[in-house]
């Protein structure tokens, strides 16, 4: 894990917490240093703070994904503005936690982020299994190597989108409550930050859609949520 905080005391308490819970812990005072580590080190989650000398978290989140550098990410905030988490969200972060927190809830929410994360590359003395591959219109969602291709071109997901794209592709027809996405697909108690679904599916059909304003594939249920049609 990289903990990356300018605050010694918070630093310390999720360092202590984590390494309790047998997490190997990183930390990185400024957002250069938190960057560097990133990108020459592999690590299972960041924890982010926003505000952060020298590069702050917003700009490290866009040059990690610029980088395509896909470790999920867990932005920390003291501010709790939708302009700021959204902003955030929208740039690749996976989740956020807000300050006072909990290092309970800290680790609850990077243990949902990882849930069904899996590095790509095989393990020593692991075999692994065929491919899994969904074929959903042009798109091909290969299971195994966490990866979506239209064709082959390979369109770049971060954890959390390819987990909400794999969840909608694998049931295809049913409308889903913001709610109920929140709870499958996040496995953690998000209760009333609805929010947070829209900014991602705004995000996947930027990305999975020919025409986001007009999307085929991810469509909007007025007063009910989202549902995932493929195309005949």
Avoid at 124 to 138: A, F, I, K, Q, S
Avoid at 139 to 156: A, E, P, S, W, Y
Avoid at 186 to 210: A, C, N, P
């Amino acid at each position: 894990m990289l903990v990356v905080d300018d605050e010694p005391a918070i630093v310390t308490l999720l360092q202590y917490n984590l390494e309790q819970a047998d997490y190997q812990v990183v930390t990185a005072i400024d957002g250069e240093q938190a960057l560097n580590l990133a990108l020459h080190e592999k690590f299972d989650v960041i924890l982010l703070d926003l505000m952060l000398p020298k590069m702050d978290g917003v700009e490290v989140t866009k040059r990690l994904r610029q980088e395509k550098i896909s470790t999920p990410i867990i932005m920390i905030t003291a501010k709790t503005s939708e302009f700021d988490t959204v902003f955030g969200l929208e740039l690749g972060a996976d989740d956020y936690i807000t300050k006072p927190f909990s290092p309970r809830e800290v680790i609850a929410r990077m243990k949902a982020v990882m849930r069904r994360y899996r590095d790509d590359q095989p393990q020593e003395n692991v075999t692994r299994r065929n491919d899994h591959r969904l074929r959903v219109g042009d798109l091909t969602i290969d299971q195994d190597k966490f990866r979506v291709m239209r064709g082959q071109q390979q369109i770049d997901l971060t954890p959390k989108e390819f987990e909400l794209l794999l969840f909608f592709a694998k049931r295809p027809g049913k409308v889903w409550s913001r709610e109920q996405l929140l709870e499958g697909v996040w496995g953690f108690d998000y209760s009333g930050q609805t929010r947070m679904v829209d900014i991602h599916v705004s995000h996947l059909r930027e990305k999975i859609e020919l025409d986001p304003k007009h999307p085929v594939l991810l469509k909007t249920v007025r007063g009910f949520g989202y549902t995932f049609e493929v195309p005949s």
